[in-house]
């Protein structure tokens, strides 16, 4: 009697136990199920972002799609107060992270990216961005001289650009007025497709400036990509932008930025082209760096 009393007191102990680890099992299997942006994640950053928006903070954070398209950088920048919020810290790595961006399954795909420089052929192959020859109209033709932090043209001097404090920029910067409003493709002014770009580049590279953010750029050939992918899914490259702007200036308004957001700079001179007459950006692909004429 004794024994069926104690294997009755066991068997509910162990029906006790097999029941919460179901409830456990059922639990994880609830989170596993809801989560679908971890298995797509494939950088520090994504992963970030993932854990963020999975502990519910991520409000504030543009869709997985959009954030992805963005440089590190600006992925810090949009990660940074909802990650503090949450005592998780920023990955320190740009670099490993920006690699890892950059060869993604669709970036890889591609071996074109267009360059700013209108004059250039549209298409040049992002593995050899050191050209053999120097190019008409560029700053290597014109025996520009790159220095540290800054670039001089026949005694004409372009000073690297950097973040903005609030202070420094425009009170109605960051008010709503304020929009990034891509132009629409005229085909009449700009035939081909990389003369809009360049004319829509150049938009968005003035807009980034007004709030600020200067060293904080996407690359031209980002620039390119994203066009191509919004094309391919049938997006809205305009709006794209447009909200992303939005974005960065509610953070602008609320978090302090490092003047650079990264401390090397372009390789050599044949990295860079003039956007402008008095703006030169250089890209090598991974990282921007403008230079603006005293």
Same mark, same amino acid.
């Given at each position: 009697m004794r024994y069926n009393l104690q294997l009755r007191y066991s068997l509910r102990y162990i029906a006790a136990g097999l029941a919460t680890i179901s409830l456990i099992l059922m639990a994880q299997t609830g989170i596993a199920a809801t989560d679908k942006c971890t298995p797509l994640a494939r950088t520090p950053m994504e992963r970030l972002y993932c854990e963020v928006t999975n502990k519910g903070e991520g409000k504030s954070l543009p869709p997985f799609d959009d954030f992805r398209r963005n440089t590190p950088q600006i992925q810090a920048l949009l990660l940074k107060r909802p990650a503090e919020k949450l005592g998780l810290k920023i990955p320190a790595d740009t670099q490993a992270t920006t690699t890892a961006t950059a060869t993604d399954s669709h970036s890889a795909s591609r071996t074109q990216a267009a360059k700013p420089q209108a004059s250039r052929k549209a298409d040049?192959?992002?593995?050899?961005?050191?050209?053999?020859?120097?190019?008409?109209?560029?700053?290597?033709?014109?025996?520009?001289?790159?220095?540290?932090?800054?670039?001089?043209?026949?005694?004409?001097?372009?000073?690297?650009?950097? %973040?903005?404090?609030?202070?420094?920029?425009?009170?109605?910067?960051?008010?709503?007025? %304020?929009?990034?409003?891509?132009?629409?493709?005229?085909?009449?002014?700009?035939?081909?497709?990389?003369?809009?770009?360049?004319?829509?580049?150049?938009?968005?590279?003035?807009?980034?400036?007004?709030?600020?953010?200067?060293?904080?750029?996407?690359?031209?050939?980002?620039?390119?990509? %994203?066009?191509?992918?919004?094309?391919?899914?049938?997006?809205?490259?305009?709006?794209?932008?447009?909200?992303?702007?939005?974005?960065?200036?509610?953070?602008?308004?609320?978090?302090?930025?490092p003047k650079r957001l990264v401390s090397n700079g372009p390789e050599g001179i044949e990295y860079c082209d003039y956007l402008k007459k008095n703006l030169i950006v250089c890209d090598n692909g991974f990282h921007n760096w403008l230079y603006l004429a005293k």
């Open positions: 040049v192959d992002t593995s050899q961005a050191k050209r053999t020859q120097r190019e008409p109209g560029t700053p290597e033709s014109d025996s520009c001289q790159l220095h540290k932090q800054s670039i001089t043209c026949s005694g004409r001097q372009f000073q690297l650009v950097e %973040n903005l404090p609030n202070k420094s920029i425009s009170p109605t910067a960051l008010q709503a007025t %304020n929009r990034l409003q891509l132009p629409d493709w005229n085909t009449q002014e700009q035939p081909s497709e990389h003369l809009y770009l360049t004319s829509a580049y150049q938009v968005y590279i003035d807009k980034m400036m007004e709030i600020g953010l200067g060293a904080a750029t996407m690359s031209f050939t980002r620039f390119h990509h %994203n066009f191509q992918e919004a094309k391919e899914q049938n997006r809205d490259f305009q709006q794209r932008f447009a909200d992303m702007y939005e974005y960065l200036k509610e953070d602008k308004r609320t978090m302090s930025t």
